[in-house]
């Protein structure tokens, strides 16, 4: 790996060591759980107070401070996990499979909040909470790959063997993922288009851009926050014969 | 602008705060389960540790 610093290797060969990740990861989240919540402080202040009403939605908008983030992390800990399956299918990395499978119930709990909150917004601004258009039916779609996930490693009683069928359920359902992005373009949908990622002119008041984007990075925290509490426990769940998880309780 | 107004939420109050409520409800049971399975899963290892340790 000539690419990456001796440093940087070291690190993540020293992280796949379970005893050591469960430490590290023990020593670091209570600051990864500090800086969630003054990010969602400021970002929330920042939406619900600072910024202004939108011209046409009136109040109903500043659901957009979760619903956005939401959405964007069911994307994103959706594609994390299969990065972190195909790792654990390619190179038997313990904890890789452990990264995935954490992973899973937090991708569908931001999956749920994000078609929970799309309903609220949508039963005032649209007149219905649900449509069969193309955003909302991929999402849903998106739901179901994340429950599949989780359902399918619970069925299986050798997590090894759990981990590599959900590895490949989860790589397969990532074809989802840009039509979930690009629904809104692909197809006419109910589903407003993009509004932040035009990157050139974003079609978004910075007042009301900031707080979204502080909201962003805020929901970026929280995910390694509840992945890495899900991985400690799963952790030792699956090493509960090891000389280290019984050093844990001496 | 007074605290009734900002509940009010200009008249949208039931759909901004059910979404925020509901949010804050999903996210904090997936973060803090793990805690209370992993406390429990290490009290009982503990227990059977003793156990072995008696017999």
């Known amino acids: ?250 | 602008m007074n605290w009734q107004e900002f509940f009010a939420m200009g008249g949208y109050a039931f759909y901004v705060w059910t979404s925020y409520g509901v949010t804050l409800l999903v996210l904090l049971a997936i973060a803090v389960l793990p805690v209370i399975q992993r406390k429990l899963f290490l009290k009982e290892l503990a227990h059977k540790m003793k156990r072995m340790k008696k017999s």
């Open chain 1, 1 to 250: 790996m000539f690419l990456i610093p001796d440093s940087v290797g070291r690190f993540f060969h020293r992280m796949a060591s379970p005893p050591h990740f469960y430490a590290f990861t023990g020593r670091l989240l209570p600051w990864l759980t500090a800086i969630f919540i003054i990010l969602t402080a400021v970002g929330l202040y920042g939406g619900l107070f600072l910024a202004p009403a939108d011209y046409q939605q009136g109040d109903s908008y500043r659901i957009i401070y979760i619903h956005v983030p939401s959405a964007w992390m069911s994307l994103f800990i959706y594609v994390v996990m299969a990065v972190a399956g195909a790792i654990g299918l390619v190179w038997r990395i313990k904890l890789a499979e452990i990264v995935m499978i954490s992973s899973a119930s937090v991708g569908a709990g931001f999956t749920f909040i994000a078609l929970l909150t799309g309903s609220l917004w949508g039963k005032p601004m649209w007149g219905t909470w649900w449509v069969w258009d193309a955003r909302l039916t991929s999402e849903l779609i998106l739901l179901f790959l994340y429950l599949g996930v989780i359902a399918l490693y619970g069925a299986i009683d050798d997590k090894r063997t759990a981990s590599r069928a959900v590895a490949i359920l989860a790589i397969v359902g990532v074809v989802n993922i840009p039509i979930i992005h690009y629904s809104v373009e692909w197809w006419n949908t109910l589903h407003q288009g993009p509004t932040v990622s035009k990157i050139d002119k974003p079609s978004i008041h910075v007042s009301m851009l900031i707080p979204l984007l502080t909201m962003a990075v805020a929901f970026k925290f929280y995910y390694l926050v509840a992945m890495l509490q899900r991985a400690r426990t799963e952790l030792i769940q699956r090493e509960r014969n090891s000389q280290w998880v019984k050093g844990l309780i001496e």
